[in-house]
Nanobody, 125 residues
């Protein structure tokens, strides 16, 4: 089993920055690929960024150049640095993990068995 706890959400103005954290515990073999997803009211959950066990990353086109995913293995923590935030980034942000590589199949929410409870990000114009 894997436990994931997000933190760092909040309210910022257009153009602001936030850093989300996800503290992970449990079976390390179950979190080979980790990712950040978000879901706005009325929308489907979408992938924001993912990072593989070897450190390789993949980001959605909508956040490229603005968001950076990283991890600290010593602290068992996943991060999402979000810069140049826009109102359309407003959503609940979730941390997720799966026990196989990010390159093995789509990075769809249904392919991630472990989830955190989410942290709200609100960007006002």
């Amino acid at each position: 089993q894997v436990q994931l706890v997000e933190s760092g959400g909040g309210s910022v103005q257009d153009g602001g920055s936030l850093r989300l954290s996800c503290a992970a515990s449990g079976n390390i073999a179950s979190r080979v690929c980790m990712g950040w997803f978000r879901q706005a009211p009325g929308n489907e959950r979408e992938r924001v960024a993912a990072i593989d066990d070897d450190g390789s990353t993949a980001s959605a086109n909508s956040v490229k150049g603005r968001f950076t995913i990283s991890k600290d293995n010593a602290k068992n923590t996943l991060y999402l640095q979000m810069n140049s935030l826009k109102p359309e980034d407003t959503a609940m942000y979730y941390c997720a993990a799966r026990p196989f590589s990010c390159t093995w199949g789509p990075l769809a929410p249904t392919n991630f068995p472990f989830w955190g409870q989410g942290t709200q990000v609100t960007v006002s114009s």
